[in-house]
């Protein structure tokens, strides 16, 4: 499976942008979607999650609120929708695919990644 993110840019704080990732190649509905993000000198940070099939999402405490994230089975695309963007969020955010269910927010849970897609929220 191939994750193509695309969406980020430069925003002021406060303001939104919404992220996507296109799934393309073998698939699976049984796959969980996920966002994570790593900012300079930190480390990945689980952001949000949806399965597949169903829908069920997940959400890191501190996006609760201010983040949502959906997907498009027609186009196989998941986004993330953020609002209220703050300085502290600009990072490189990653779509990735736990292609076996695993049902973890770990990065390591997750088996096929995008390459990024770079968030910067000025203030």
């Known amino acids: 499976v191939q994750l193509q993110a695309s969406g980020g840019g430069l925003v002021q704080a406060g303001g939104s942008l919404r992220l996507s990732c296109v799934v393309s190649?073998?698939?699976?509905?049984?796959?969980?979607m996920g966002w994570f993000r790593q900012a300079p000198g930190k480390e990945r940070e689980f952001v949000a999650a949806?399965?597949?099939?169903?829908?069920?999402?997940y959400y890191a405490d501190s996006m609760k609120g201010r983040f949502t994230i959906s997907k498009d089975n027609a186009k196989n695309t998941v986004y993330l929708q953020m609002n209220s963007l703050k300085p502290e969020d600009t990072a490189v955010y990653y779509c990735?695919?736990?292609?076996?269910?695993?049902?973890?927010?770990?990065?390591?849970?997750?088996?096929?990644w995008g390459q990024g897609t770079e968030v910067t929220v000025s203030s």
């Open positions: 990735a695919a736990d292609r076996w269910n695993r049902g973890s927010t770990r990065p390591g849970s997750f088996d096929s």
């Open positions: 190649g073998r698939t699976n509905s049984g796959y969980i």
């Open positions: 949806i399965r597949w099939n169903g829908g069920g999402t």
